[in-house]
């Protein structure tokens, strides 16, 4: 099992999926499942981690379950070739949590930085979900359950895998070598880890509504697009204008190839040379939106279209979540009955245990252990 590439990623099922999960791993995804370099590929659905923060909405969740799963099919992934699954049907995951919690201080969670910023950005201060606290523990147990050896993340989640490792080193150095260490991958384009929304601000995200959605019509995306934040000081054409901190140029880095001037603004050879004349004035705001919206437009449009395709095969959808629920669950059990087994828990599968108690364990040598 070591020596296999097993990856597992996932979402949070809180809304619609949107242009900011599709450019940082979404279409990631798709390129390893069709490159064959993998060995199995493990998509979560965390529903009980999106549930930490939303317990007294549970609709807000449960209603997502299928929106999420309806942007992942119609974005390429394929139900056939990975392990589609929702989280709070593997029942194993608690019981690591458990074992895991065990491993870990207060101290140490409260020192982790993507924890904190998490806690302060959702203004908990004091009244902090207990869930919420330990998920740092939590996603530990989603990522040995499944023997990831590869976790897809963003640069803002580094510390939360930093803290699995530590864990699975932990866990190894007193119950024996059984857990795998996995290792972070982030994205390789920078921009693609960080695409901002709409309005400017840092991330684009459901909760500031700054977000244009995979799902979303033609008319909502160039309303989207027209009203993008870009330079406030490029009040008219002619206007020197700032590339840096500039949303739409930010989403050109992300998606624009030289192949689209050539399709949609020829005048440009690339995309340095639009820059360029935007720093140095002449090029209108408009002109630069209107050239971000054909690209967004043919990048969306396949996809939105499979979506309502799908959207007429609900109850086939579910049954791929349900049938790779029971897969992901299946391997879960075998990681928990080997944790189970190093810690010395798995009483009634110990036959030397059953026959003799432990106070026989060094007087009798040969008999046979499970």
Known sequence: ??????????????GKLHLGHYVGSLKNRVKIQESGNYDKMYIMIADAQALTDNADNPEKVRDNIIEVALDYMACGLDPKKVTIFIQSQIPELYELTAYYMNLVTVARLQRNPTVKNEIKMRNFESDI???????????AADITAFNATIVPVGEDQL?????????????????????I????????????????????????SKSLGNCIYLSDEEDVIRTKIFNMYTDPGHLRVQDPGKIEGNAVFTYLDAFATNEHFAQYCPEYANLDEMKAHYRKGGLGDVKVKKFLNSIIQAELKPIRERRKMLQEHI??????????????EMVARETLEQVKNAMKINYFLDSYLMRYGSGFEKNIETEERF
């Open 129 to 139: 979900p207990t869930g919420f606290f330990t998920y740092p523990i939590s996603q």
């Open 315 to 328: 109850p086939e959808i579910f049954e791929y979540l349900k049938e790779g629920s029971k897969d992901a």
């Open 1 to 14: 099992m070591k020596d296999k590439k097993i990856i597992l990623t996932g979402d949070r099922p809180t």
């Open 181 to 204: 260490e996995p290792k972070a991958v982030i994205p390789s384009n920078d921009i693609c880890s960080r695409l901002p929304g709409t309005d400017g601000k840092v991330k684009m």
């Open 159 to 179: 510390p939360m895998i930093e803290q699995t490792r530590e864990i699975v080193r932990k866990f190894n150095n007193i119950y024996g070598d059984t857990l």
